[in-house]
């Protein structure tokens, strides 16, 4: 950290990672950051974590793309086999005039030959709002269709799904500062000192100061040294395990009648459904003691507040919508949704999921969750954005039925912006194929990443601290991003680079701003009545809903009854689905994978963050102790972890808190790509991969 005097000058930006969305203060000198501090944002109160305090130097990266890039009429076959220090044998530099000739040609050609159809994109929930907004307005208006999507599909697409189902609306019903105000808080199947660090930091002192934190979760995770209690339930239980707890509300009658009565609809239903859901038939299937599911169940019940949070534990399952149900019945049945200290709250997981997901880019939902396949949601659409080509009434395809499409020769052509699917796939080497057999693929990134490795077009872009626009944290806040430095070389901002396409794909756009961007996404989006540029600029983060120019927003919503029918939430009552692949002779244990604290996602940018990659360098997987002893292998040895879909060898570490018959595997490597063992078999309502469980065998390995 540098002394105040060495720096030109000091700008306020929101961190680049995670949904928690930190603000901070960028220190520059020479048009680089040389170090950040958090400064006083509504969501971290000047906090921050190793990744938000430390992980910034990826921008000044020398890997960084600086010029556009074409694919050689000589390069090797498609694959993962370009050095992205030394591409010259694969691709060549070209200026951008070239470059978006190449990249917009390519795409109208397959649109032109074979209809819009034939060409589908992927945007990035790391972009802004503005950007994503841009992003799936080219597919819908430039080819016609819905078949564009990002990465909350592999995150919390089913949460999202069971929340509009029976809340009416995606987005969290309350802040997580809100737990200050509650006396008990469940976290299940979330790992927040890891994976949302700040937001744990109010976790931990609510535990300090008496509030009961109920953590449920496969892994003993680490706040389970604030917990009241922690149930380590059996992977893939979950949902017996709440039916179970919800059982004991209704046979003790804890429930709230009132509450029930005024805001709910289909209690009888799901009150009948949890009959057969006692704690001792439970018990045996989830491995939790049926004391233990009796008492958390009186601890919630009996709560004057309290409140939900899940991460993707709950989500990354063929159960996952399920789960999400499940949780939203138990805070309906108790009435913890629309008061202080009380609310459901899936932690998101990129910095701007949230928005991303808000703007639109998702094949199912304009923006603002207006469906697709509303003749009158569309026409208003095409009416703001002007002449075009977009009539769709159907809902597109998600990021996994893409790659099936691709497969099958549907698609032939893609844009991508700042996702990395040859990494984040599951079963990825189906992904990696079905990208080596497009006949065009644009990749705009900042650096040449897995999946770049297969475009014939690369465009660089920007880094988040290089760029201005708005994005969403998982607590409903749009906060203002502000640019520190230049973009390296000749990379530009994604919006321009998306607005150059979309004219070169022959679409009037015209915008010369993100502010312009927002000022349109304002006309079709009412979550924004009452949050200008202006006053985001101001401001630094406005909460929506926002009731007034002067309001700061609703931390809380939902009080007074909820965006359905009647203003009713919905009971929809889950059953049993186990995972789609059991443990046998061959594959004995379980496989699941997240992340870690010091690398995100697929590591594109924190595995070239200097502190990062130090203090976590190598592949790792955890594993018991007494796993290990068994498979013979000291911690730091080397496993072979199999599944049905492939191979890889990884360095072990010992963890008491993964069971004994578990092995956690966090998926930022690259070397070991914990997608090419995982299982893509989905959530038939929100489309998500069943991440968060796979049959493995684990085996020593000498090395390497
Ligand atoms: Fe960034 Fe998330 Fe850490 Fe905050 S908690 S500094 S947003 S990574």
Redesign the pocket.
């Known amino acids: 950290k540098g002394d105040r005097a060495d720096i030109d000058r000091e700008v306020q930006s929101v961190?680049p990672?995670?949904g928690?969305?930190?603000q901070v203060s960028l220190k520059v000198k020479a048009d680089k950051v040389v170090y950040v501090d958090g400064v006083d944002g509504p969501a971290?109160e000047g906090r921050?974590?190793v990744?938000?305090?430390f992980g910034f130097d990826y921008i000044h990266h020398p890997h960084r793309l600086t010029r556009p890039l074409i694919r050689r009429d000589d390069a090797p076959a498609k694959g993962l086999n370009v050095d992205p220090g030394n591409f010259s044998e694969v691709f060549r530099e070209a200026n951008w005039d070239e470059a978006m000739e190449r990249a917009a040609g390519g795409l109208a050609r397959l649109r032109d030959e074979a209809g819009g159809r034939a060409v589908a994109g992927f945007g990035s929930a790391k972009c802004t709002n503005e950007e994503a907004y841009l992003f799936q307005k080219l597919i819908r208006q430039g080819f016609g269709h819905n078949n564009v999507d990002h990465c909350t599909r592999l995150c919390h697409a089913s949460s999202v799904a069971a929340l509009m189902e029976n809340v009416g609306s995606g987005a969290v019903t309350a802040t997580f500062n809100e737990i200050e105000h509650a006396d008990v808080a469940i976290m299940i199947g979330c790992n927040p000192i890891e994976n949302?660090?700040?937001?744990a930091t109010y976790f931990k002192q609510f535990a300090k100061r008496g509030g009961k934190l109920i953590v449920m979760d496969p892994r003993g995770v680490g706040l389970r040294r604030f917990a009241s209690h922690m149930l380590q339930f059996r992977p893939g239980a979950d949902v017996s395990l709440l039916n179970a707890i919800m059982h004991v509300i209704v046979e003790e009658g804890l429930y709230d009648s009132q509450y029930i009565h005024r805001f709910t609809e289909n209690w009888e239903a799901e009150k009948e459904h949890l009959k057969t859901f006692t704690p001792e038939a439970v018990s045996g299937i989830c491995g939790i003691e049926p004391q233990e599911i009796r008492e958390v169940a009186r601890i919630f019940a009996g709560a004057k507040a309290g409140m939900i949070f899940w991460g993707m534990g709950v989500s990354q399952h063929i159960h996952g919508t399920d789960n999400s149900r499940c949780l939203i019945s138990l805070a309906l049945m108790t009435g913890n949704v629309g008061k202080p200290g009380a609310g459901l709250h899936p932690l998101r997981g990129q910095?701007n999921v949230q928005g991303a997901s808000d703007a639109g880019l998702i094949p199912m939902f304009l923006p603002d969750y207006q469906s697709v396949t509303d003749d009158g949601v569309r026409s208003a659409f095409n009416e703001i954005w002007g002449a075009g080509g977009y009539d769709d009434a159907q809902k597109g395809l998600t990021v996994t039925e893409i790659m099936d499409a691709v497969h099958a020769g549907d698609i032939r052509g893609m844009y991508i912006l700042g996702e990395n699917p040859a990494m984040s796939d599951p079963d990825v080497e189906h992904a990696r194929e079905a990208l080596a057999r497009l006949e065009h693929l644009v990749v705009q990134d900042i650096f040449l990443t897995e999946t770049a490795n297969y475009a014939d077009v690369i465009l660089p872009a920007s880094a988040f601290y290089e760029k201005s626009g708005t994005v969403t944290n998982t607590n409903r806040q749009v906060q203002m991003g502000r640019p520190a430095v230049t973009p390296p070389g000749e990379a530009r901002e994604d919006w321009a680079i998306t607005v150059e396409l979309a004219q070169r794909l022959g679409l009037d756009w015209d915008y010369a701003s993100p502010a312009d961007v927002f000022a349109e996404m304002k006309q079709g989006m009412k979550s924004l009545n009452n949050i200008s540029w202006e006053r985001l600029n101001s401001e630094g983060a406005v909460t929506y809903p926002s009731l007034s120019p002067e309001d700061p927003g609703q931390a809380i919503v939902f009080g007074d009854g909820f965006p359905r029918a009647e203003g009713r939430a919905k009971f929809t009552p889950a059953s049993v689905i186990p995972p789609d692949e059991a443990p046998d002779a061959n594959y004995p244990m379980i496989l699941t994978t997240g992340r870690q604290l010091e690398h995100w996602h697929t590591g594109s940018m924190t595995r070239r963050s200097k502190v990062l990659d130090t203090v976590e360098p190598e592949a790792n997987c955890s594993l018991h102790p007494a796993t290990l002893q068994r498979l013979g292998v000291e911690p730091g040895g080397y496993v072979r972890l199999t599944t049905r879909r492939g191979s890889v060898t990884v360095m072990a570490r010992a963890d008491r808190a993964v069971a004994e018959d578990m092995v956690f595997l966090p998926f930022a490597y690259v070397e070991a790509a914990a997608n090419v063992l995982t299982n893509p078999a989905l959530d038939p309502y929100g489309k998500i991969p069943e991440f968060k469980f796979a049959a493995v065998r684990v085996e020593k390995a000498e090395s390497l």
Do not use: E
């Open positions: 961190c990672f995670c928690v969305g930190c971290n921050l974590c990744k938000g305090r949302h660090p700040v937001a910095n």
